[in-house]
C-alpha cells in the first residue's frame, strides 16, 4: 500500500483539470485493451462521491463496441486522459480515475495488476 496519506490531488498537464480523491488507491490497473494502451492511462477506482474534479472535460464513447458502457474524460487544452465514468449508473457508481495525474512517489507501493482487456 501507498505510503500516502490522502487526500490526494493531481492534475492534467496543462493543469486546467484538478482531481481529488480520499486516499491512495488499492490497487492500479495496467490494462491492455486497445483503448486504455492507446491512452496510455492506468486506472484507480472509486465511488463517485469520493472523487472531486474541478475544471472542464471533454468525453470520448468508443464506437467500435456492440454497446458503449463508458465515456473517458480528457483535459480540452491538453487532452491528458483524466477519467472514465459509467453511462448508466445507481446513484453511487464506480468510476476510473487516471493515476498519471497523481506524483509517482504518491502511488508507490500501490498492487499494480496486469488485466487482460485484449481478450474482453
Same mark, same amino acid.
Request: proline share 7%.
Given at each position: 500500500?501507498?505510503?500516502?496519506?490522502?487526500?490526494?490531488?493531481?492534475?492534467?498537464?496543462? %493543469?486546467?483539470?484538478? /482531481? @481529488? $480523491? =480520499?486516499? =491512495?488507491?488499492?490497487?492500479? &490497473?495496467?490494462?491492455?485493451?486497445?483503448?486504455?494502451?492507446?491512452?496510455? =492511462?492506468?486506472?484507480?477506482?472509486?465511488?463517485?462521491? =469520493? $472523487?472531486? /474534479?474541478?475544471?472542464? @472535460?471533454?468525453?470520448?464513447?468508443?464506437?467500435?463496441?456492440?454497446?458503449?458502457?463508458?465515456? $473517458?474524460?480528457?483535459?480540452?487544452?491538453?487532452? @491528458?486522459?483524466?477519467?472514465? $465514468?459509467?453511462? !448508466?449508473? %445507481?446513484?453511487?457508481?464506480?468510476?476510473?480515475? &487516471?493515476?498519471?495525474?497523481?506524483? &509517482?512517489?504518491?502511488?508507490?507501493?500501490?498492487? /499494480?495488476?496486469?488485466?487482460?482487456? !485484449?481478450?474482453?
Amino acid at each position: 500500500m501507498s505510503s500516502a496519506i490522502g487526500p490526494l490531488s493531481g492534475q492534467c498537464h496543462c %493543469g486546467s483539470v484538478c /482531481i @481529488t $480523491v =480520499a486516499r =491512495a488507491p488499492a490497487y492500479i &490497473n495496467e490494462c491492455n485493451c486497445s483503448l486504455c494502451h492507446s491512452l496510455g =492511462a492506468s486506472w484507480c477506482y472509486f465511488a463517485s462521491s =469520493a $472523487v472531486e /474534479i474541478s475544471g472542464d @472535460t471533454t468525453g470520448y464513447v468508443r464506437g467500435d463496441l456492440p454497446v458503449a458502457e463508458l465515456a $473517458v474524460h480528457h483535459c480540452p487544452t491538453c487532452g @491528458t486522459t483524466t477519467h472514465w $465514468v459509467p453511462l !448508466k449508473g %445507481g446513484p453511487d457508481p464506480r468510476m476510473g480515475v &487516471n493515476t498519471r495525474l497523481f506524483a &509517482n512517489e504518491e502511488m508507490d507501493g500501490v498492487e /499494480i495488476r496486469y488485466p487482460d482487456g !485484449k481478450s474482453w
